[in-house]
């Protein structure tokens, strides 16, 4: 079976512009979950999402959005990219309240 | 203070050493995760610990609920373990959210 896989492995983009990353989850897996892990920091929860539903938010602005679809996979959102969005975002998918297990990450560098 | 903390936050050794990395928290939790982190971002779910120890090859977990603290342990260390080690706590049940310690950095030395 796959892993959680994620798009894109990297992405750059400007100040201001909107970006869209996406998850897919494992199979049989209904829960996801946000991070973004700036350099040298450890990860910090955005969202997570669990049967289609937000079921948590972390600290971050309006700025930052997400859904889950019907199949379960997942995109974040982030509007008007600050320099400071730059960080590797990570998703895990879990199949309820066991293990959750992490994608590849998508690296986001705002210039 | 980080409600996770984790110490040390650099580890040099030389294969074949017996590595404790050690976690401690400050809140009620479900569950404590160990994570591997190598170059390049990709993260490992190492274990998933609400009690006890939980032994997996050459790596062993262990927790005390009443202590807040957890360790994890490489023995017979080589220069493949070397990697970021994370701790991180699931703090209720039913939101999964994980909070993450800053992480410890091991190298490991032929």
């Known amino acids: 079976d796959a892993g959680v896989t994620q798009s894109p492995t990297h992405l750059i983009k400007t100040r201001g512009q909107h970006v869209t990353l996406r998850c897919s989850p494992i199979s049989g897996h209904k829960s996801v979950s946000w991070y973004q892990q700036v350099l040298g920091q450890g990860p910090q929860f955005i969202f997570q999402?669990?049967?289609?539903?937000?079921?948590g938010r972390g600290n971050f602005p309006d700025r930052f959005s997400a859904r889950q679809f019907p199949n379960y996979s997942s995109e974040l959102n982030v509007n008007a990219l600050l320099l400071g969005d730059s960080a590797l975002y990570l998703c895990?998918?879990?199949f309820g309240l066991g293990p959750q297990f992490f994608g590849p990450g998508t690296r986001l560098t705002v210039l | 203070k980080n409600e996770v903390e984790q110490s040390p936050q650099n580890l040099t050794a030389q294969e074949g050493e017996f590595i404790t990395i050690n976690c401690s928290y400050s809140?009620?939790?479900?569950?404590l995760h160990w994570l591997q982190q190598h170059p390049g971002g990709g993260i490992v779910s190492l274990f998933m610990?609400?009690?006890g120890k939980k032994k997996h090859g050459r790596l062993i977990a262990t927790i005390n609920i009443q202590e807040k603290h957890s360790s994890l342990h490489i023995t017979a260390s080589h220069p493949r373990d070397s990697a970021v080690y994370i701790c991180a706590v699931a703090s209720n049940f039913g939101n999964e959210k994980l909070t993450f310690g800053t992480g410890t950095r091991l190298t490991i030395i032929p």
């Open positions: 999402y669990y049967e289609k539903e937000e079921r």
């Open positions: 809140v009620g939790i479900s569950a």
């Open positions: 610990l609400s009690s």
């Open positions: 895990a998918s879990s």
